[in-house]
Nanobody, 130 residues
């Protein structure tokens, strides 16, 4: 089991930046592929959208088209931390952001699939104002 706690959310103006963190405890952090998903207001858990993912070593990263070149996912396995640097935020980025940890090693085409992440944090709210 791994426990995840997100932080760093808040109110930010459109065009601004924010860095989210996800602190992991429990089972070895480096044994999990990790991802960020976001859940827009009024949407259900099953409607969470893929944002970015990173492999166990950090050597591979994946992004949703909507955030490419604006967001950067990274991890520090020594500190058990996952990050999401968000630049150029847009109002449609308003959502609760969740970090997820895989239950097993992922194939390349699985990273954006919400179903492969067995562990989730409680989420952190990001609100982008116009």
């Amino acid at each position: 089991q791994v426990q995840l706690v997100e932080s760093g959310g808040g109110l930010v103006q459109a065009g601004g930046s924010r860095r989210l963190s996800c602190a992991a405890s429990g089972r070895a952090f480096s044994s999990h592929d990790m991802a960020w998903f976001r859940q827009a207001p009024g949407k259900e858990r099953k409607d969470r959208k893929f944002v970015a993912a990173i492999s166990r070593s950090g050597s591979k990263t994946y992004y949703a088209d909507s955030v490419k070149e604006r967001f950067t996912i990274s991890r520090d396995n020594a500190k058990n931390l996952l990050y999401l640097q968000m630049n150029g935020l847009k109002p449609e980025g308003t959502a609760v952001y969740f970090c997820g940890a895989s239950a097993a090693a992922l194939l390349e085409n699985e990273y954006s699939d919400i179903g492969v992440y067995g562990y989730w944090g409680q989420g952190t709210q990001v609100t982008v104002s116009t």
